[in-house]
DNA sequence: AAGGTTTACGTTAACGTTAAAAGCATGAGT
DNA sequence: ACTCATGCTTTTAACGTTAACGTAAACCTT
């Protein structure tokens, strides 16, 4: 039944009832959008199946499977025929399919960090990230992010994951009891990419040594953080080997590291004249931007005065800094390489993944 | 035929002979998971099907999809039992098998900018990705990440996608011309979520002239960034209808913000005695964190001599800061309704999401 | 040359789910 | 008593793919 019926109104009038009509046409879409929560969903790009492909060839699905497979069982001719008419009308085969008749999904979890607090501003996850997703893919495996929140949804759909940002003692308890195969990052237990930074500060020290510095700083930040601790140690062991003093000082990144290390240094270069030393190690290429910013700033030449080094050579720092180079598609590679092998029923192993000394102008 | 052979050796060849053979285990792993490479996947774990919970339940297939679908044409009676039985064996569906019927997927294409080098260094996206993914999920899509190297494998694997770092001219005309769903962050073109960046800016100024400040000068960084440029506007425009002086500064983001705004500050202090200004509006949380630190340093006051505001109010940095704040889950989920919007056949649109002035310690 | 083995293909049954169709009681209307 | 409708349930047919199985013919073996 259709109201059907004339309203006179005056322009007034006219304005608001046009403008109560956008709003209830938006309630009414909202109405509807809410109401058809469940099929959020787009239907697939219904493209060509096998069954059309194998029409079109004159031959059975079964040949048409095996040709785009690999498997044998058939001619070279008839393979290579089905193979350029595919080509030819695009043929995508369907993943859900294919998923299902084999009971297997290629998908690989990748589960935040709860808090993306210390996650967020280290630029290195980010590139991380993306060189997972690159790498995954071209595995043809599909990568899906997971928040820590809904972490049991990781179970029914994926077959294995990533978990970015957890620590030793703050793994998940579930996966190890499900059997289920996962990979953490610089933990070191269980299935676990870790990066040598003690090796490689370790062998920065002693390239520093060689080019004559002898009062080295290693300059730090939140020593908690378990990376900067690694470095230090790496620092440590150098300079006892060379019989060196050990130098050490820490600033705090609740603020902005390079900021930090920018003031901690211009109130060295202040107190203490002459200045002590003729090397800075900082613990990251944010930090060393820091430091050599205050350099240049008191008056010092870096590096002739003064080498300053960093560690992680990230695109955006360390353009000039002489840094250790983290290896970022290698250790991608290294974490599904450890899924892979857990899938295969290998057990879970460590990796570890060495750095690379990078020399350019800072030292 | 098994080789039956007793070889005596030395220790010293005996030691040879057992790295050889570790090596060659090695060898054979690799060479196992080479000529696997087809086969990473996991069992997904064979999970209790339909079929089990009809016959526990005693009741047909059909009854079940019902039960756990909210189907009606099934009696309450026996769907709370259908119900409590699946909770009970803990029944999963499988999703695969759904959306092979449904011919639909839930999988949203999140794609990432090709170089990470501008993106990883904006905390922001970084919690937009967590916000995006918590709300994916709530909805029951899956977030998949992207490279936009394999941008065109987003067609056969995805429903939609949301482009992340998108500019304006540069968007896929692929997805246009297959009439693929997607939505973009910050352009203002087609489907497209934007923040009234100006309009924080400007509030944000009144704000501070109701405070009594007259001299307010903008740090902005690389003016060329788009969202830098809409900040500007807010600025320019509320100053201008207060009938003020109009101060802009700008500072290079190539090294790090909190330390380039620290460093133009400490400039500004030192060269102009008074100091001209009586509030700093900073284009982003980071560059108001160097300006306090030089204010501090500098021996003014904040806010009693100097106000300072900042904008995004990221957890990191604005714990002090009075800065404008950004909904992150409103901008995801305003980016999922555009998806769902035009998956339900509605034409692209822009939603433009507000900002709120959050008023702390520093103005 | 008779038998077995390999090769190349076709047929068909899965995989787990949903939805349309069909069955089947029960009750009401004629 | 017979039809018809109704509410609940089962049966069955899809969805697109793979793999096991069948069936010939061709190719070896003795």
């Not at 953490?184 to 370790?202: H, K, M, P, Q, W």
Request: charged content about 20%; glycine content about 6%.
């Amino acid at each position: 039944m259709l109201l059907k019926k004339t309203i006179w109104m005056n322009s007034h009038e006219g304005f608001l009832c046009l403008s109560l009509v956008g709003l209830i046409c938006d309630i009414l879409k909202n109405l509807i959008l809410y109401f058809k929560k469940s099929d959020h969903y787009c239907m697939s790009n219904k493209s060509v199946t096998i069954h059309e492909l194998a029409n079109l060839a004159g031959v059975s699905i079964a040949s048409v499977s095996r040709a785009l497979n690999g498997k044998p069982g058939i001619s070279d001719t008839l393979r290579a025929r089905i193979l350029s008419l595919s080509e030819e009308i695009n043929y995508q085969p369907n993943v859900m399919a294919r998923q299902l008749i084999s009971g297997k999904t290629p998908v690989v979890a990748l589960c935040m960090p709860p808090s993306p607090y210390e996650f967020s501003d280290r630029p290195y996850f980010v590139h991380l990230y993306q060189a997972l997703t690159l790498y995954l893919h071209r595995k043809g495996l599909v990568p899906v992010l997971f928040a820590y929140e809904n972490i049991d949804q990781v179970f029914s759909q994926a077959s294995s994951a990533i978990l970015l940002g957890a620590t030793e003692d703050d793994r998940p308890e579930i996966f190890d009891r499900q059997k289920f195969p996962y990979v953490t990052l610089e933990t070191g237990v269980g299935a676990s990419v870790v990066i040598d930074e003690a090796n490689g500060v370790y062998k920065l020290t002693h390239y520093l040594f060689k080019k004559g510095r002898k009062n080295m700083l290693f300059l730090g930040e939140n020593i908690d953080i378990s990376t900067s601790q690694g470095r230090l140690r790496g620092y440590r062991k150098a300079i006892n080997e060379l019989g060196l003093q050990e130098h050490f000082n820490n600033v705090s990144r609740q603020i902005s590291s390079s900021l930090s290390a920018y003031r901690q240094m211009m109130k060295l270069f202040q107190s203490s004249e002459p200045f002590p030393y003729d090397a800075i190690i900082c613990a990251n290429d944010e930090l060393a931007v820091g430091v050599i910013q205050a350099a240049e700033d008191a008056g010092y030449k870096v590096p002739e005065d003064l080498s300053v080094t960093g560690f992680d050579d990230l695109p955006r720092f360390s353009n000039k800094i002489t840094t250790i180079h983290q290896d970022i598609p290698k250790i991608a590679e290294a974490a599904v390489s450890l899924l892979s092998e857990q899938l295969d029923g290998f057990p879970p192993r460590v990796i570890e993944v060495m750095t690379r000394l990078v020399s350019r102008e800072s030292a």
